[in-house]
């Protein structure tokens, strides 16, 4: 019983360390825009498979399976707003954003809702990231 309170004051320790691993995301504003990247909710890592780096900046391809409406298949992020990722992963922050589109001929305005990135995180030593 001594030993399964043990790991379970380990497990206990350990899981609020986690919690806090994504911290650095509060606070982060775009480079340009100076946007706020929205902090933990909106953050969050991205696999390095969906990533592609060309001389201008990324593209970073998504798989939102959070909107029955299709979106963009890829995302472009310019050079001059990528920003240094804490660790090598990289890192994006998405918002749900509404747009408007005017319907013709009865010029009556339909609100729709979008994905759009924020924030974009690269790990240092991509090439587009000097260090600072």
């Not at 309170?5 to 982060?28: E, S």
Request: aromatic share 14%.
């Amino acid at each position: 019983m001594r030993q399964l309170l043990g790991h379970f004051a380990l497990a206990w320790l350990v899981l609020p360390g986690d919690a806090d691993a994504r911290d650095w995301y509060t606070g982060k504003t775009d480079p340009v825009l100076h946007y706020d990247c929205c902090g933990n909710k909106d953050c969050r890592p991205i696999d390095s498979n969906d990533v592609r780096m060309t001389k201008d900046g990324y593209f970073v391809r998504l798989h939102p399976a959070y909107l029955n409406e299709s979106q963009e298949a890829e995302w472009f992020i310019p050079r001059e707003r990528v920003q240094a990722a804490p660790d090598d992963r990289y890192h994006i922050c998405e918002r749900l954003m509404t747009f408007y589109r005017t319907i013709i001929p009865h010029m009556k305005f339909e609100a729709y809702q979008r994905y759009r990135w924020t924030c974009f995180f690269a790990p240092m030593g991509t090439g587009s990231i000097d260090s600072e």
